[in-house]
RNA sequence: UGUCCCGUUGUGUAAUGGCAGCACAGGUGGUUUUGGUCCAUCUAGUCGAGGUUCGAAUCCUUGCGGGACAACCA
């Protein structure tokens, strides 16, 4: 049977589209779907977060629904205001909104302080004097089962007592923790008696100095969800291990109450792998710290704000979302695929411009000195609305180095002794000459044109095997291009045991041009301007890029079946 | 030698007991004033073994393989 096509484009066949259609159709939480999208403050957001923003947020679309933003800031230690500012940005610039204000887990911590008393109360949790050394041996292993604390059963006067003077700062960091009583045996070690509040003398970004006990994750990120009403709280793999706890706590705290409308529900998918790139935000870091790379924002990075400044739009980002898909079994998706998403939006959108990267000069003998012919271009033979433009045409003109060959193979299309080539959108031309330095190398390019094939002329119907890029010598401007090669030379540069990821840096990831010669046009490109520099690959001026010198960023090369086919042989 | 999760073309993802499909990557041909785009076309897959069933990628058993879990991180 036929799909109308409009429903096919808005059907959602990921996992968790079904899971959630199933709690509807249930009536479960009244109905209601709301989402979240919880960074913790504590680095740049990175692509994998991209599909992770765009599932939550996705799914508050299809449902019209909400998606919240919240901060996972329970540890003051790594935290900082640069993060939250930059995340928030970050997802703005993807394209989404969330409900009301952005919110905070640290928003919560009288809430969650109330309910652990509650838990104390109940029995269901007691303060550890021990080391974080000894917890941990007591811990067992996920083979050996735990051994219980010789403080696990306090009174429940002493353990008030005692989490009341932890708040109040009278401990050490380290001295005393609270800590859930569940089961020290468990299979699942975060069943065994986890950590729910812990001693860190140091202020918070936004409660500033009121607290010195911080709420761990587990016990937090439940009741937040909770709190905010979240009825599907979506989360990476790693994760499903904790989903008994989850629930715990959440049976705690509501423990006596009656049963609320919303009950949220852990849903845990798999992670996004890039090829060639490390992911981790500690990794990352790593590179930004030792200036390994120009910061978070390096265009080599996989951070949101680093692919900004490559050149991708937020168009690209969640086209990628969309395609790479959304399951529970562990995945690494190519590159390429990135790179196709970017060049299929650019592609449509990119206007077409000429520059010449690596230039060399081409004199038309027969062409008049002192005169300019200004050539009309389409701007993007993908979109007529976007017009043409005027290109100026003289007698002396650069193009690409590698369009010339001495000693061409048949197979190459371009310039070469006795060869004829066109121009795009200028004349037909043939080379007649050409002259090299002392080093052999090609200084200059001579060759005639045919005034009859001027674009738009009959004669210029004529077939042509090559059509080259070029600007005017005296028109032109240059400007300054950096290519950017993949960061890791290897595909899992985190996936050797013994080998440090820094190892397989590319040392070839950067590389500067200067001195490339660019069209008039150019001259008023903004930053973060996407261009199309004809034959080559889509541009993107630096952000970095001032008024006086441009700067532009390869984004991503075109296809290229020429120098794939010719590096076969 | 624990608990949990996961195995579908090279990569990713559909098919939820009824024709194994889509995208990327790769190959070939065509169109083209970008060796781009576009169009056509090809290559290639259900981890293994049993079982249930008229019928299994799908359900069951079992084997094998991969991953997660032992921060006072999230």
Same mark, same amino acid.
């Given at each position: 049977?036929?799909?109308?096509?409009?429903?096919?484009?808005?059907?959602?066949?990921?996992?968790?589209?079904?899971?959630?259609?199933?709690?509807?159709?249930?009536?479960k939480n009244k109905g209601v779907v709301l989402t979240r999208f919880p960074p913790e403050p504590n680095g740049y957001l990175h692509i994998g977060h991209a599909k992770s923003i765009c599932l939550n947020f996705g799914i508050a679309q299809h449902y019209n629904a909400g998606c919240n933003l919240r901060f996972d800031d329970t540890n003051p230690i790594k935290e900082d205001e640069e993060y939250v500012d930059s995340i928030q940005e970050d997802v703005k610039w993807l394209g989404f909104k969330w409900v009301g204000e952005p919110k905070y887990a640290s928003d919560y911590f009288d809430q969650l302080y109330l309910w652990a008393v509650k838990l104390i109360k109940n029995g269901k949790a007691y303060i550890d004097d021990q080391s974080a050394d000894e917890?941990?041996?007591?811990?067992?292993?996920?083979?050996?089962?735990?051994?219980?604390?010789?403080?696990?059963?306090?009174?429940?006067?002493?353990?008030?007592?005692?989490?009341?003077?932890?708040?109040?700062?009278?401990?050490?960091?380290?001295?005393?923790?609270?800590?859930?009583?569940i089961d020290m045996a468990s299979p699942n070690m975060h069943m065994r008696d986890p950590i729910m509040y812990r001693i860190i003398h140091k202020p918070h970004h936004r409660s500033g100095n009121k607290w010195c006990i911080y709420p761990m994750y587990d016990y937090a990120h439940g009741q937040s969800d909770f709190i905010e009403g979240i009825t599907h709280s979506i989360c990476t793999l790693e994760f499903e291990v904790h989903r008994p706890l989850y629930n715990w706590f959440l049976d705690q705290i509501l423990e006596g109450d009656p049963i609320p409308d919303v009950r949220t529900r852990q849903i845990e998918f798999a992670r996004l792998n890039l090829n060639y790139t490390v992911m981790s935000k500690r990794k990352l870091l790593e590179l930004v710290q030792k200036g390994i790379v120009d910061g978070w924002n390096d265009p080599r990075m996989p951070t949101i704000s680093g692919l900004r400044r490559r050149g991708y739009t937020p168009e690209s980002i969640r086209m990628f979302a969309e395609k790479v898909g959304v399951a529970k079994r562990d995945n690494v998706i190519d590159v390429a695929l990135l790179e196709f998403c970017i060049r299929e939006d650019l592609n449509k959108k990119a206007m077409r411009v000429n520059a010449v990267l690596d230039p060399v000069k081409l004199v038309i003998t027969n062409y008049p000195d002192d005169m300019a012919e200004w050539m009309e271009t389409p701007n993007n033979p993908e979109d007529e609305t976007m017009g043409t433009r005027k290109i100026p045409f003289s007698k002396e003109l650069f193009i690409e180095r590698d369009d010339f060959m001495e000693d061409p193979p048949k197979k190459y299309?371009?310039?070469?002794p006795d060869r004829e080539v066109r121009l795009k959108s200028a004349y037909i031309i043939k080379c007649t000459n050409y002259i090299k330095d002392a080093?052999?190398?090609?200084?200059?390019?001579?060759?005639?044109?045919?005034?009859?094939?001027?674009?738009?002329?009959?004669? /210029?119907?004529? #077939?042509?095997?090559?059509?080259?890029?070029? @600007?005017?010598? *005296?028109?032109?401007?240059?400007?300054?291009? +950096?290519?950017?090669?993949?960061?890791?030379?290897?595909?899992e540069p985190d996936g050797h045991k013994d080998i440090d990821f820094k190892e397989f840096l590319n040392p070839q990831s950067l590389t500067v041009i200067s001195g490339c010669k660019l069209?008039?046009?150019?001259?008023?490109?903004?930053?973060?301007?996407?261009?199309?520099?004809?034959?080559?690959?889509?541009?993107?001026?630096?952000?970095? /890029?001032?008024? #006086?010198?441009?700067?532009?960023?390869?984004? @991503?090369?075109? *296809?290229?079946?020429?120098?794939?086919?010719? +590096?076969?042989e």
């Open positions: 049977m036929e799909k109308d096509d409009a429903v096919k484009e808005n059907e959602k066949t990921n996992f968790i589209y079904q899971e959630i259609d199933k709690d509807l159709l249930d009536n917890i941990a041996k007591q811990k067992g292993t996920p083979t050996v089962p735990g051994v219980e604390s010789q403080f696990r059963n306090r009174s429940v006067e002493v353990n008030l007592d005692l989490f009341e003077r932890m708040k109040n700062g009278e401990f050490k960091e380290g001295e005393k923790v609270l800590r859930a009583k299309f371009r310039l070469g080093d052999g190398r090609i200084k200059e390019i001579h060759a005639t044109y045919d005034a009859e094939t001027r674009s738009g002329m009959p004669q /210029s119907q004529r #077939k042509v095997k090559g059509t080259l890029h070029w @600007v005017s010598a *005296k028109h032109c401007f240059e400007a300054d291009v +950096q290519l950017y090669d993949r960061l890791f030379m290897d595909p069209e008039p046009f150019l001259k008023d490109a903004k930053p973060l301007d996407h261009f199309q520099f004809q034959r080559i690959g889509y541009f993107t001026v630096d952000s970095k /890029s001032d008024g #006086k010198k441009l700067i532009f960023n390869k984004t @991503v090369g075109l *296809k290229d079946s020429w120098s794939k086919n010719s +590096q076969k």
